[in-house]
């Protein structure tokens, strides 16, 4: 049972990237699904999550309008189109999920994700 993150990358202010979030070992279509991030120096925090039933939700305000949740149940993989990147996107990005939850929390905690995949670095820079 694993979670395997990638896409990650070093791209100029205003470009795109792709982030996915492939699973082995279980099927991710029937549970929630997030995207965290951590920069240097701060906590974890949660980006975006997609539900069972493709519910999206964004949990940080300045990712609304420039990153997109999305699940591909063919391929098992949870993607997070990131456009517009800022400097202030720099982190590693996680992916989560939580075998006993289908819907995404009301608040990104870590705790409510007992599945981790390894991280992959963004980073936004001139």
């Known amino acids: 049972v694993q979670l395997q993150a990638s896409g990650g990358g070093l791209v100029q202010p205003g470009e795109s990237l792709r982030l996915s979030c492939a699973a082995s070992?279980?099927?991710?279509?029937?549970?929630?699904v997030a995207w965290f991030r951590q920069a240097p120096g701060k906590e974890r925090e949660g980006v975006s999550c997609i539900s069972s039933s493709h519910f999206t939700k964004d949990y940080l305000d300045s990712v609304k309008g420039r990153f997109i949740i999305s699940k591909d149940k063919a391929n098992n993989t949870v993607y997070l189109q990131m456009n517009s990147l800022k400097p202030e996107d720099t982190a590693v990005y996680y992916c989560?999920?939580?075998?006993?939850?289908?819907?995404?929390?009301?608040?990104?905690?870590?705790?409510?994700?007992?599945?981790w995949g390894q991280g992959t670095l963004v980073t936004v820079s001139s």
């Open positions: 989560a999920t939580n075998r006993g939850r289908a819907a995404c929390p009301p608040q990104a905690s870590t705790q409510s994700y007992n599945y």
């Open positions: 070992g279980f099927a991710l279509a029937p549970y929630a």
